[in-house]
């Protein structure tokens, strides 16, 4: 199931990443996909650009930077916070 959504996002080469991110092997931010496709329908290009941006900012500054997977919709929300206000 969560193979199309990541598809659907452009972001299925992040399966592996996504799926292991949380330390304590918990899944419940695979739900989190799910919404961002059904969010982003339509707009999977621009989804990609700012997940791509968000594991950035997570690998040069975060301690851990594999738990951005568990984070995405806070990152792209702020992300889009910051577009409106541009």
Do not use: C
């Amino acid at each position: 199931m969560i193979d199309a959504e990541l598809e659907s996002l452009g972001i299925l080469d992040f399966k592996d990443r996504i799926w292991n991110s949380n330390s304590h092997g918990e899944l419940g931010h695979l739900e989190d996909y799910i919404w961002l496709a059904k969010t982003f329908k339509g707009e999977e290009d621009l989804f990609r650009i700012l997940f791509l941006e968000s594991v950035k900012f997570a690998e040069k500054n975060w301690k851990r930077p594999e738990s951005i997977f568990q984070h995405m919709p806070e990152m792209i929300g702020e992300y889009i916070k910051l577009l409106r206000t541009a």
